[in-house]
């Protein structure tokens, strides 16, 4: 698994274990926030922040967006 794998797997992670968000949706939220794009543009910035700053960051991108 990649560095870039880990760091999604870890914020779905906590999406699903500390928010209580379904595995499934977990990924979709990830998958669809500005976060997985930063991922791949420029992951060590992303490195530099926890999974919990980057779950919190989808939340907030999430909850204005729908």
Do not use: C
């Not at 209580?20 to 794009?37: C, K, L, T, W, Y």
């Amino acid at each position: 698994m990649s560095p870039a794998e880990r760091t999604r797997y870890a914020v779905v992670l906590v999406l699903t274990r500390k928010h209580g968000i379904p595995e499934e949706r977990a990924e979709q939220m990830v998958n669809d926030s500005s976060f997985s794009r930063l991922l791949v543009e420029d992951p060590v910035f992303v490195g530099h922040r926890s999974a919990n700053y980057w779950a919190d960051d989808i939340l907030d991108e999430y909850s204005l967006v729908h």
